[in-house]
């Protein structure tokens, strides 16, 4: 109402925008997810035998079970997530499934399939926990100083077990054996994205400007502090452990998401220099990374030195024999490479059996699923989501990276496992717990989508 009696209509604020749920295209992408899982399956058994292996039924039937219930869960408990998350999952934990049952076949004693299966059973078990117990994901927030204690906790915990192919990441009791730094990893996600959330403003707006460099700026004493502890925790970790992945992806993922934070590439420069520096100080001065740095200069030494191909050059041999097409699911090499075949270098049987072409569409998927993580935190609104959902999405993208960089010969290799492919009980669980963390915050972000920015 003006001073003159006239009424000025208010223009409402614009109404969400509902998105549709798409929950029947998730539930096409995971059908044809399960039926390519089970053609390849099919195909090693032709390969190998010349017949449809016998356990093909139960093994569509137990991979489509698992997802149907997964998919029942975000049907009913996250309506609004993105449809391209679990059906990537699925598609992907049946791909390494298919794989490790392939070189199952060479090597009669030592069965790990049947294990990664049900180690992927529990991983679905808790995607599904998950899904539907968190219905907030703000509510891990509150956790944050446990999570790092946790995360520091696990982290540490291998170093009382005896070293296992030369690092200490692993533990083992009675014949059982798993990997504490593959959870430590969501642990810390969530504790530095409460941390960098709380003090993103600190940490991009205070300091003092370097002498002559005025676009330089210098973070306070109190904000560097963090920083450099991380840092120096995880250069102890690399010396403890002996494990150059677990240090890197501790380190970058801090790294990645304090840039995030800030939007200052400064801070990019500076984890640089900082991982470098205390890469080539612990790879000089530790044995078994410093060996690890020189097969990855010099990987045909061995065969120069008529001792035969080490495993990097095996990996090397495996992919070149690949080619465009590779030689077809059951017809590949790759076992030559040894003992960590179906873990480290899994994915040298997936560039020989099916070629550059094969892998490349196992990259997009990844990448894929990388995008989709990016996407729902830029759709949410409350900082701690966003980098909650960024660092989760990097954590497997820094994985992929390190992994597929390692077995090709573009960095040193380091002892951690493809996502989903490669055999391990820890690290197939912990990437469901990621998947449904991701959904969960996808959920959130399309839910409310006010109609800007990316849905």
């Known amino acids: 109402m003006t001073k003159a009696g006239t009424t000025v209509a208010v223009n409402p604020s614009p109404p969400a925008v509902r998105l549709p749920r798409r929950r029947g295209v998730e539930l096409a992408l995971i059908v044809v997810a399960v039926l390519l899982s089970v053609y390849g399956y099919c195909a090693?058994?032709?390969?190998?035998?010349?017949?449809?292996?016998?356990?093909?039924?139960?093994?569509?039937?137990?991979?489509?079970?698992?997802?149907?219930?997964?998919?029942?869960?975000?049907r009913f408990r996250a309506p609004y997530a993105d449809p391209l998350l679990l059906p990537i999952a699925v598609l992907l934990n049946g791909l390494g499934l298919v794989l490790i049952y392939r070189l199952d076949l060479e090597t009669p004693r030592d069965q790990a399939a049947p294990a990664q299966l049900n180690w992927s059973t529990l991983g679905v078990a808790l995607f599904i926990t998950a899904v539907v117990l968190l219905r907030d994901h703000r509510v891990l927030q509150r956790y944050a100083y446990v999570c790092v204690v946790?995360?520091?906790?696990l982290l540490l915990l291998p170093i009382l077990f005896p070293a296992v192919n030369g690092a200490r990441i692993w533990i083992r009791i009675a014949g059982f054996s798993i990997q504490p730094g593959e959870f430590a990893k969501v642990l810390l996600a969530v504790f530095f994205a409460s941390y960098l959330a709380a003090n993103r403003t600190a940490l991009a707006y205070t300091g003092r400007r370097i002498w002559r460099f005025r676009r330089l700026q210098l973070p306070t004493g109190r904000v560097l502090g963090p920083i450099v502890a991380i840092w120096l925790v995880s250069v102890v970790v690399l010396v403890l452990e002996r494990d150059l992945g677990t240090s890197l992806l501790f380190f970058g993922l801090f790294v990645v998401l304090l840039y995030v934070a800030t939007g200052r590439t400064g801070w990019i420069a500076v984890g640089l220099l900082l991982a470098v520096a205390g890469a080539l100080a612990v790879g000089r001065l530790e044995p078994h990374v410093h060996s690890r740095v020189e097969d990855w200069l010099h990987p045909f030494a061995s065969i120069e030195a008529g001792q035969g191909p080490g495993q990097l050059a095996q990996s090397l041999f495996a992919f070149a024999a690949g080619g465009m097409s590779g030689t077809g699911l059951g017809l590949g090499h790759s076992v030559l490479i040894g003992f960590a075949v179906k873990s480290d270098f899994i994915l040298a049987t997936a560039g020989e059996e099916l070629g550059l072409a094969g892998l490349t569409a196992v990259f997009l998927l990844y990448a894929l699923l990388v995008e989709r993580g990016y996407r729902a935190g830029l759709a949410l609104r409350d900082p701690f989501g966003r980098l909650l959902a960024v660092g989760l999405a990097s954590i497997i993208a820094l994985q992929v990276f390190v992994i597929a960089g390692g077995v090709t010969g573009l960095i040193p290799l380091t002892g951690m496992a493809m996502p989903f492919l490669a055999q391990g009980g820890s690290s197939v669980v912990t990437n469901w717990i990621i998947v449904a963390l991701l959904i969960r915050l996808s959920d959130s972000a399309r839910g409310q989508y006010d109609g800007t920015g990316p849905p």
Do not use: E, F, I, K
């Open 44 to 74: 090693v058994g032709l390969a190998r035998s010349g017949t449809v292996p016998p356990g093909a039924a139960h093994y569509g039937a137990g991979l489509g079970v698992l997802a149907l219930l997964a998919h029942c869960a975000v």
């Open 150 to 153: 946790g995360a520091l906790g």
